[in-house]
């Protein structure tokens, strides 16, 4: 079955202790993309990857690293998490079709609570 | 910088009730413009498409959507909704050339029965 999964999808920490959320899809993208989700704000770019060991910011990078070493894999990674991260994270891959944005599959959310 | 509106933040209809929720983006340039929807405990999932062509367009479910470009929208409609419509749902805009996706800020959706 073509998916996107994450893990976990729901961890409660506490602020300045590392933590990485994994992403993985199993459908040969060369796009992957992470969002966060917040109420009022809807989705927010945080990174995105168009291949392998090639990665740029989004709209809202801070306080957030990712890393590309495999095609299927897209780990987010917070070095030093702090309460205003709390949201609910979204991985998303896509083929590109007539474009890299061109049908987005989603992976059913992390909720992350940082105290 | 890009930005997209959603007007409406809490929709309510009754079964049956015509639907027009609405999307307005800021960019003067070309665009491709998106439609998902959030089910209850479900993944985000892409509702219809806009690149190039016939500026109406059709989804999923019945679903359709109409790229105006001189009024910068693309309102989202259906003509006689379900209940298995509730749901929250989301515009989304990226730039032709840009590596964004630009979403707004959503609209729930509730059918009452």
């Known amino acids: 079955e073509a998916q996107v999964t994450q893990n976990p999808r729901y961890l409660i920490t506490v602020t300045g202790k590392k933590l990485t959320v994994t992403c993985s899809q199993n459908?040969?993208?060369?796009?992957m993309s992470w969002y966060r989700q917040d109420p009022g704000l809807g989705l927010r770019q945080i990174y995105y990857?168009?291949?392998?060991?090639?990665?740029d910011k989004g709209d809202v990078p801070e306080g957030y690293k990712v890393s590309r070493k495999e095609k299927r894999n897209f780990p987010l990674i917070l070095e030093s998490p702090s309460p205003n991260q709390t949201s609910l994270y979204f991985c998303?891959?896509?083929?590109?079709?007539?474009?890299?944005?061109?049908?987005?599959?989603f992976g059913p959310g992390t909720r992350l609570t940082v105290l | 910088a890009q930005s997209v509106s959603q007007h409406n933040h809490h929709v309510i209809l009754s079964e049956a009730a015509s639907l027009e929720l609405g999307c307005n983006y800021s960019?003067?340039?070309?665009?491709?413009l998106f439609w998902y929807v959030q089910y209850p405990g479900q993944h985000l999932q892409l509702l219809l498409k806009?690149?190039?062509?016939?500026?109406l367009v059709k989804g999923i479910k019945g679903f359709e959507a109409e790229f105006i470009k001189s009024k910068f929208s693309f309102n989202l409609r259906k003509p006689s909704v379900q209940w298995s419509d509730t749901a929250e749902y989301f515009c989304?805009?990226?730039?032709?050339?840009?590596?964004?996706?630009?979403f707004g800020q959503g609209t729930r959706l509730t059918i009452n029965p």
């Open positions: 806009y690149f190039s062509g016939d500026p």
């Open positions: 960019y003067g340039g070309t665009v491709n």
């Open positions: 990857s168009m291949n392998v060991e090639v990665t």
């Open positions: 998303a891959s896509s083929f590109g079709g007539q474009s890299w944005a061109d049908t987005q599959y």
């Open positions: 459908m040969n993208h060369e796009y």
């Open positions: 989304a805009v990226n730039a032709r050339g840009a590596q964004k996706l630009v």
